[in-house]
């Protein structure tokens, strides 16, 4: 699977991190090959300590469907 990209248009400049964050650089959720383990919520934070409310973000949900067996 190619990565997903957050992405916030941020004045000064925030932080991007995925939730869980074991498989992301920044703004890019790097899953590779999809298992049944990377199944759940993703959230994409952006960070600034100069905002009055101190994050946004925006949440992703990976599901795996179910193959038929014959």
Not at 9 to 29: A, H, R
Not at 35 to 50: D, F, I, M, R
Not at 53 to 59: L, P, R
Request: aromatic share 8%; proline share 4%; with cysteine.
């Amino acid at each position: 699977m190619d990565s997903v990209v957050c992405s916030f248009d941020c004045f000064p400049e925030c932080s991007l991190m995925w939730v869980p964050s074991l498989l992301s650089n920044q703004g890019n959720l790097s899953l590779g090959v999809l298992h049944k383990e990377s199944a759940g919520v993703y959230t994409c934070v952006a960070s600034n300590p100069e905002w009055s409310e101190k994050s946004v973000n925006v949440t992703i949900t990976v599901r795996m469907a179910r193959t038929a067996q014959f």
